[in-house]
């Protein structure tokens, strides 16, 4: 299995940027479809942003296109996702996961988490 380990959450003014990182052991990450996912308080967790293995196809949810990018360094065995023009409404718990497919956006397909970050957006 791969463990995942995510750093970069922290507080942000709205029209701010901020980038997370998730940076994986035990196993390659090019073996894997990561994406990052979000809880917001009393919400369920939804999905964010895909990439596939080979960093060639990306997915983004409709509320952050534009405004996040998800990309990966598989020399690095990390993904990152650079959020811009951060809103009031992205503040949540971020997640990163990883799926052993060559591309899906399905959550159910996604066994190996990270840890979770908190990002807030304040006014």
């Known amino acids: 299995q791969v463990q995942l380990v995510q750093s970069g959450g922290g507080l942000v003014q709205a029209g701010g940027s901020l980038g997370l990182s998730c940076a994986a052991s035990?196993?390659?990450?090019?073996?894997?479809?990561v994406g990052w996912f979000r809880q917001a308080p009393g919400k369920e967790r939804d999905f964010v942003a895909a990439?596939?293995?080979?960093?060639?196809?990306?997915y983004y949810a409709d509320s952050v296109k534009g405004r996040f990018t998800i990309s990966r360094d598989n020399a690095k065995n990390t993904v990152y996702l650079q959020m811009n023009n951060l809103e009031l409404e992205d503040t949540a718990v971020y997640y990163c996961a990883a799926a052993p497919y060559f591309w899906t956006t399905r959550i159910d397909l996604y066994n190996y988490w990270g840890q979770g970050t908190q990002v807030t957006v304040s006014s």
């Open positions: 990439i596939s293995k080979s960093g060639g196809m990306t």
């Open positions: 035990g196993r390659t990450l090019s073996t894997y479809t």
